[in-house]
């Protein structure tokens, strides 16, 4: 099936250059983390969640696959039974493009929700030739949400509010954070039950940890206290340099139990997939960040009856 990307003009040489890079991808990663079946796997159903979990994906830092770690962990959920709301919180809108989702600035999106107490059911919208997988979209006009905000009553809560609202049923939402601190992603954390913080397997990603840490223990001191931080994900994994391994250690030996068993390679199909409108499961779901968000999204999914 020949599919034609939003950016045309891929000579065949360039495609067969990807096609290279693709093949070299780390497979040490896979052999480490596949759980004993095929991705998507034989089970038929992945257990469900006793009530709907609400994760807020987040991160300040910006590049370390927060949409890209929402978008495939949705719909790996959605593929296996789960019924999933991606809330796009972050102004640049790419997990609605990512979603196939409409986010011009015409179109009702979160930040009406937030500033002008539209309904969630308003905005929501189902994602093409997925079923049980939902988008709430972001438009540009979210990036004047923050100054907006800052005026209104119980400004923090206001997502947690119109979440509660929403009546549809759903075992998973899953909000995808702005690379920032401020109101947007304060109004996620209070949203939420659990956090969780994909982390790039470089040096620079885990500066800004202990200010996120932080502030998810603010959070939970005074506006949230069933917050939590359940999942780390490490992303951008590449098996060939030490520099990866050597954080992942660190990572584990700090949070335990809370890391994923699965890493996340660097892979060219997940750069390409939101090109064309879809999730990495379904552009390419042989590819190495197919399988392992697959697994990942499994280990999460296990999780649950913990929950």
Same mark, same amino acid.
């Given at each position: ?6 950016n ?30 095929t ?13 709907c ?9 910006g590049g ?12 790996a959920?959605?593929m ?11 102004p640049?809108g ?11 600035g ?5 930040y ?18 997925? +079923?049980g997988?939902y ?10 949400a ?5 005026s209104?009553?119980a400004r ?14 759903? &075992?998973?939402?899953?909000? &995808? ?13 209070v ?14 990603a ?19 206290p ?6 780390i994900?490490?992303?951008m994994? &590449? ?11 660190e ?14 390679p ?7 997939? +939101? ?9 390419? +779901? ?8 697959? &697994? ?12």
């Amino acid at each position: 099936m020949t599919q034609t990307p939003l950016n045309p003009g891929d000579s065949p040489l360039v495609r067969e250059a990807l096609s290279s890079v693709v093949s070299r991808e780390t497979s040490a990663t896979q052999a480490a983390t596949q759980a004993g079946d095929t991705p998507g796997g034989a089970e038929s159903t992945w257990p469900r969640p006793p009530k709907c979990r609400v994760i807020a994906v987040a991160n300040q830092k910006g590049g370390v696959g927060k949409t890209t770690t929402s978008v495939n962990i949705a719909a790996a959920l959605s593929m296996n039974g789960q019924r999933v709301l991606v809330v796009d919180l972050d102004p640049q809108g790419n997990a609605s493009t990512a979603l196939a989702t409409e986010h011009r600035g015409d179109v009702p999106d979160v930040y009406q929700v937030l500033v002008d107490d539209l309904p969630m059911a308003d905005i929501v919208k189902q994602v093409p030739d997925m +079923p049980g997988l939902y988008c709430a979209p972001a438009t540009i006009d979210l990036a004047g949400a923050e100054i907006e905000l800052v005026s209104l009553v119980a400004r923090e809560a206001r997502l947690r509010r119109a979440l509660s609202a929403y009546e549809a049923e759903l &075992d998973y939402i899953i909000i &995808d954070c702005p690379p920032s601190l401020g109101l947007l992603t304060v109004n996620a954390l209070v949203a939420a039950e659990e956090v969780m913080i994909p982390i790039q397997c470089e040096y620079y990603a885990l500066e800004g940890l202990g200010q996120l840490l932080r502030n998810v223990d603010l959070i939970k001191a005074h506006l949230n206290p069933t917050l939590r931080l359940s999942t780390i994900v490490l992303t951008m994994y &590449d098996g060939r340099t030490r520099l990866a391994s050597q954080v992942a250690e660190e990572v584990r030996a700090h949070f335990g139990d809370t890391v994923l068993n699965t890493v996340i390679p660097r892979s060219v199909r997940l750069s390409e997939a +939101p090109s064309y409108g879809q999730s990495v499961m379904t552009y390419d +779901p042989g590819s190495s960040g197919a399988m392992a968000y697959m &697994d990942a999204a499994r280990e999460i999914a296990h999780r649950a009856a913990t929950v």
